[in-house]
């Protein structure tokens, strides 16, 4: 079955601490994205790859960092300087590419992050 | 500033009526609109995707329509269902790769 993981479904952050998101894709595609979903709110960008080996901030990237070595593979690290990490993070992703855009997106389960 | 707006309220329906949802957007000028399923704790499910010069899509019991002039995008379920009961969210792309989504309307859907 092709599709978008997200592991792991809850984290907890203690303060000070950097933690990871995974998020690993097998439908082939060139362009990932990251996106924080908090209530009442649209889903704000933040980061995205069009392809491997690159990538570009969103609209709300401090406190964040990304890597894409791979094109399966997008994790998202949120750093102790991002101040009010609860939220609910997506991943998502599109066919891309050099000349693509962010059509139809594919999203995974997502992981509630919680701070202790 | 630039905008999207869905109801907040949420829409509650009778079972087998017509359940219709409603995209706005201020100072933007999307190459095309997409509608997405979001269940709770779950992540969104893209529906449909209309561009700029379609005035209306149809898949199975979903309608959508887009209307540039006025700036507003409406969803239509048809025949509805418990089962179509979710937020629904709305998303404009404007040919890049940013896509900026609305808070989403959510359905209930009464037997």
């Known amino acids: 079955d092709g599709g978008i993981t997200q592991s792991p479904k809850y984290l907890f952050r203690k303060e000070g601490q950097n933690v990871t998101l995974s998020c690993e894709q097998n439908l082939n595609h060139d362009a990932m994205y990251w996106y924080r979903q908090d209530p009442g709110q649209g889903l704000r960008l933040i980061y995205y790859?069009?392809?491997?080996?690159?990538?570009q901030k969103g609209d709300i990237a401090e406190g964040y960092s990304v890597s894409r070595e791979k094109k399966e593979s997008f994790p998202l690290t949120v750093t102790s300087a991002q101040k009010n990490p609860t939220a609910f993070y997506l991943c998502?992703?599109?066919?891309?590419?050099?000349?693509?855009?962010?059509?139809?997106?594919?999203f995974g389960p997502g992981t509630r992050l919680l701070v202790l | 500033s630039q905008k999207i707006e869905q109801n907040s309220e949420a829409l509650n329906i009778q079972e087998g009526k017509t359940a219709t949802l409603t995209c706005n957007y201020t100072?933007?000028?999307?190459?095309?609109l997409q509608w997405y399923r979001q269940d709770p704790g779950r992540g969104p499910v893209f529906l449909l995707l209309?561009?700029?010069?379609?005035k209306e899509k149809r898949k199975e019991r979903l309608k959508v329509t887009f209307d540039t002039t006025l700036k507003q995008s409406l969803f239509h379920i048809t025949a509805s269902q418990p089962a179509d009961s979710a937020t629904y969210l709305c998303a404009l792309g404007t040919g890049g790769f940013k896509t900026i989504f609305g808070a989403g309307t959510r359905l209930f859907v009464k037997a």
């Open positions: 100072n933007y000028s999307p190459a095309y």
């Open positions: 998502a992703s599109s066919i891309g590419g050099a000349s693509g855009s962010g059509e139809t997106q594919y």
């Open positions: 209309i561009r700029e010069n379609e």
């Open positions: 790859s069009q392809i491997v080996n690159d990538f």
